[in-house]
């Protein structure tokens, strides 16, 4: 699996694709930096790039690999090894390669705008732990997807499609049915909501650094319970950590049972 | 060398392999070169692609020298195989692919002899991406025959190749024939076949029509080339089936 | 014989007392508790405590006498009652420390009880595991400076205040460390007060609690992780300036909660990862001026009737919800303030922003009616219903709006 994971990894980080994501964060950092001046508020609009974003670009460059790399697939498989070895050496590649643009391209303006003598250092390494879990998450759906459809086009329109759903459509039925809902308790449910989605679960877990003076001030017990200690840091990383082996496993049952 | 037994696979609706059944013994010490023909959709590269293991069949076994090989992967370090299209990933460089089989597959190796008979030399360096399709295929062909296996499989490998690569391909055909190798080739052109190939598999319908040598073709359907004996059996069996 | 023995002992102790107006108390001493120094001395005496643990309570002060302690005396009540009680004026203490008064329900039981007494100045003393610290009433023209008072409260039934004041004037509270009580400063009709430099943190309710209390001001305190910050409740004329408020966490708690309060001044303050920075119910003619309001949860909730409130010059910096209202009435000007989550430009580079700026987020209103939605907060749909809502308010007091947005800061001194 690592000698795969190798050669995808070594493929990509040549590919001028790479390039232009690990640039387009290294601008990003660059421009918000010298917008804002400031290190914190950077921060918080890099989120709202990052939940958005890092799975946009995860899901796109996951399918697109795999369409791309189809040939050589077959190489692979005539070679004597393990078709998970194969896939699940694929799907690290590119999502190793995606989050180490991610965190290169972030990290270089913001270590040179001094972000070791801000205090926003802590929110900054958990944006980027963030952005590489979802980078981890989303390859793992698109590879889910294109395992799955063998008609490219296809394959693209659903992951788009995915990514549509949970990164807009998906809040915006949960805050119809909240508002809809409001004469019921509704913290537990709002919480389990919210461990449905990768995407919403990163972002409570960006706002459990930047927002919890706002989230502290819900007065349901659950809720206290969850944002008020470590239990909503630590069950969140956990989610988010079966988000990411969950589909996995997955790309491993389907590619045992796939005709190439 | 190669034994299957009622071998079904469906793609969707669509039935390929209809309880195929086919051995192939070899002599060990000249070896065969074996071609698998068939109209499209017969299901020739069905049949390769299950020995290889990429296509997991429904129902019926493969063996291979005695050993059931479905689901398991260990064997294919003793297939070399050619695959139809050749692309690689474009970011790597000749001399990297050819590390990466060789780091893959862990035996002994001709690839210098084969790089000078293709002349590769000067490509060594170059991404894959920037090669040209017959370059491509060139590559291919080295990275299939670099090891000594048992079974070769090349699925159309004349594609794309120069007429002295082609004189190289059948060559090294033939050498590896002479090692007592077993060769299994699908190809569109009949010439190929008719000039390198020892026995004819004819497979239709998801099932073997014939199997036979060069000569018995010939002689059964009275033609006196192997072109013309194909196209006697598929009128013979359009009209059978109308 | 005996006469001469009597007059020879009766001019020795006048000689004495006259002579040093001092008396010494300790383990080893003529005097060895407060209680029978106090009765023995005169007014204007000094009483030097030393080092050791003295067992009292109910310790009454009745004249003015100067009390100093030496090497950090214990004074332990023993949690029965009162230990300290001052009823005279120009009484001062100072290094003691005392702990342990009485607990009780009923009665309000104080390490130092100050009861209608004048010009007295209580110092360097620190009073530990407390039910009230001191209490003072209708007492004028004291100074309480540079104390510890702390406590271990648990619930608020069961604990009291720091430094409690009720019915007082012209009381200077400086350079206290009020920590672990109910509130940690308390004050009930209390008028022209000075409350300077102190630190108050951890308390259960408030760090700092005015009621009814007019003409007072405060300045210069930190009020860390209470209940709440500080409370003003019906009270006028208070002015606040150069306080930190940060970390008062929690269900409906805030760093200043201000209800029913006119004519106060807020400069130069700091609210920084607060709940909510600022509540504000049914308050009118405040001006808000050069405070900084950092990563709270809401800067400035409003609620009920408040009327001209003025927002100048203030620094809204990476606040989950700048402004807060529940009702579309608004008589409130924001002008000239700094917002960090302003994204207008400024093309004539005269600093101010050329868009108003409209603090009011419609999210904020879908919060304030359905709280759970809060977990949806910077969620991308939220971005884009916010949006909506800033190109055609619907839900939001459309004329709430900073006209004139700096492009940059406010530098606060």
Redesign the interface.
């Known amino acids: 699996m690592f000698k795969i994971l190798k050669y995808s990894f070594y493929d990509l980080m040549r590919s001028s694709w790479s390039y232009v994501y690990f640039l387009f964060y290294l601008a990003l950092g660059f421009v918000l930096l010298f917008l804002n001046n400031d290190v914190s508020k950077a921060v918080i609009t890099l989120m709202n790039v990052i939940v958005v974003l890092t799975p946009l670009i995860g899901t796109i460059f996951g399918v697109m690999y795999y369409y791309n790399s189809r040939e050589f697939t077959e190489l692979l498989l005539a070679q004597p090894l393990k078709r998970s070895t194969i896939f699940i050496g694929q799907y690290l590649g590119v999502a190793l390669s995606l989050s180490l643009s991610l965190i290169i391209g972030l990290g270089i303006p913001f270590l040179a705008y001094g972000l070791l003598q801000s205090n926003a250092i802590f929110n900054f390494t958990s944006l980027l732990l963030v952005g590489a879990f979802l980078t981890f998450i989303f390859v793992a759906l698109a590879f889910n997807i294109a395992l799955s459809h063998e008609n490219k086009i296809k394959g693209f329109g659903y992951a788009i499609l995915v990514w549509l759903f949970l990164a807009v459509i998906y809040d915006g039925l949960f805050l119809i049915s909240l508002v809809m809902l409001q004469e019921y308790p509704l913290d537990k449910f709002s919480l389990i909501a919210t461990m449905f989605n990768p995407i919403d679960l990163s972002r409570i877990l960006v706002l459990l650094k930047l927002d919890i003076s706002a989230l502290l001030g819900y007065t349901g017990a659950v809720f206290q319970k969850f944002f008020g200690t470590n239990a909503g840091m630590l069950i969140s990383f956990f989610v988010l950590l079966l988000w990411v082996i969950l589909p996995a496993l997955r790309i491993i049952y389907i590619s045992k049972r796939k005709d190439f | 060398m190669i034994k299957i037994k009622n071998l079904h696979k469906k793609f969707g609706k669509v039935e390929v392999l209809k309880g195929l059944d086919l051995s192939i013994h070899s002599n060990t010490s000249s070896g065969g070169i074996v071609a698998v023909l068939g109209p499209n959709g017969s299901g020739k590269t069905t049949l390769i692609k299950s020995i290889l293991g990429m296509v997991i069949p429904d129902k019926g076994e493969i063996k291979l020298q005695d050993k059931n090989i479905l689901k398991k992967h260990q064997y294919r370090n003793n297939i070399n195989y050619l695959p139809q299209i050749a692309n690689f990933p474009s970011n790597l460089s000749v001399k990297e692919l050819i590390k990466m089989v060789k780091d893959l597959r862990p035996k002994p190796t001709t690839d210098n002899n084969l790089i000078d008979l293709f002349g590769l030399l000067p490509f060594l360096d170059k991404k894959l991406g920037n090669l040209s399709g017959g370059t491509k295929q060139k590559v291919n062909i080295l990275l299939t025959f670099m090891f000594d296996s048992e079974l070769i499989i090349l699925d159309e490998p004349t594609t794309g190749l120069d007429p002295i690569s082609l004189l190289n391909l059948k060559k090294i055909i033939l050498e590896e024939k002479q090692k007592g190798k077993t060769i299994l080739i699908t190809s569109h052109i009949m010439s190929f076949v008719e000039e390198m190939a020892d026995e004819i598999v004819f497979l239709l319908d998801g099932k073997i029509y014939f199997k036979g040598t060069l000569v018995e073709i010939k002689q059964s359907t009275n033609q006196k080339d192997l072109e013309h004996a194909i196209a006697a059996i598929l009128t013979t069996t359009n009209s059978k089936f109308n | 014989m005996f006469k001469a023995a009597l007059t020879f002992l009766l001019f020795n102790s006048i000689i004495l007392t006259s002579y040093s107006q001092s008396i010494d108390v300790c383990k080893a001493c003529d005097v060895k508790t407060l209680t029978d120094a106090i009765a023995k001395s005169k007014p204007h005496n000094k009483i030097i405590i030393h080092k050791g643990t003295y067992y009292e309570s109910d310790i009454t002060i009745d004249k003015p006498l100067h009390i100093i302690g030496k090497n950090n005396p214990i004074i332990d009540g023993e949690n029965k009652s009162y230990i300290l009680i001052v009823k005279s004026d120009s009484v001062t203490v100072s290094g003691l420390t005392i702990k342990n008064p009485g607990q009780s329900y009923t009665k309000d039981y104080a390490a130092v009880l100050i009861s209608q007494s004048n010009n007295f100045k209580f110092e360097n003393n620190s009073l530990e595991n407390v039910f009230f610290g001191y209490l003072l009433e209708k007492s004028h023209q004291g100074i309480i400076t540079a104390n510890k008072v702390s406590s271990n409260a648990v619930n608020q039934s069961s604990s009291g205040n720091g430094i409690h004041l009720w019915n007082c004037s012209n009381i200077t509270i400086s350079d206290n460390e009020v920590f672990n009580l109910r509130d940690g400063i308390y004050l009930e009709f209390v008028k022209e007060s000075k409350i300077l430099n102190n630190q108050s943190y951890n308390n259960m309710r408030y760090g700092l609690h005015f009621m009814f209390s007019n003409n007072n001001e405060y300045h210069n305190n930190t009020f860390k992780n209470n209940g709440a910050g500080v409370a003003v409740m019906f009270s006028k004329f208070i002015k606040m300036t150069g306080n930190t408020f940060t970390e008062n966490?929690?269900?409906?708690?805030y760093g200043l909660l201000l209800k029913e309060i006119y004519d106060a001044e807020i400069e130069n303050n700091t609210f920084k990862?607060?709940?909510?920075g600022i509540n504000v119910e049914g308050s009118t003619r405040i001006n808000y001026t050069k405070n900084n309001f950092i990563?709270?949860?809401?800067s400035v909730k409003i609620a009920g009737a408040c009327y001209t409130n003025n927002f100048k010059q203030n620094n809204f910096?990476?606040n989950?919800?700048d402004i807060s209202y529940n009702s579309k009435m608004h008589d409130n000007k924001f002008n000239n303030n700094y917002w960090?989550s302003y994204t207008g430009y400024d093309l004539d580079k005269n600093g101010i922003g050329d868009v108003p700026y409209r603090p009011v987020k419609l999210f904020s209103y879908?919060v304030n009616?359905?709280?759970?939605?809060?977990?949806?907060?910077?969620?991308?749909?939220?971005?884009?219903i916010n949006f909506s809502e800033k190109v055609s308010p619907v839900f939001t007091p459309d004329e709430l709006e900073d006209i004139n947005p700096l492009m940059s800061p406010v530098l606060n001194d």
Do not use: H, M, Q
Not at chain 3, 273 to 276: F, K, L
């Open positions: 966490w929690g269900t409906a708690s990862e607060n709940t909510i990563s709270n949860g809401w910096l990476n989950s919800f960090s879908i009616k359905t709280p759970e939605t809060i977990v949806l907060l910077r969620s991308l749909f939220v971005d884009i």
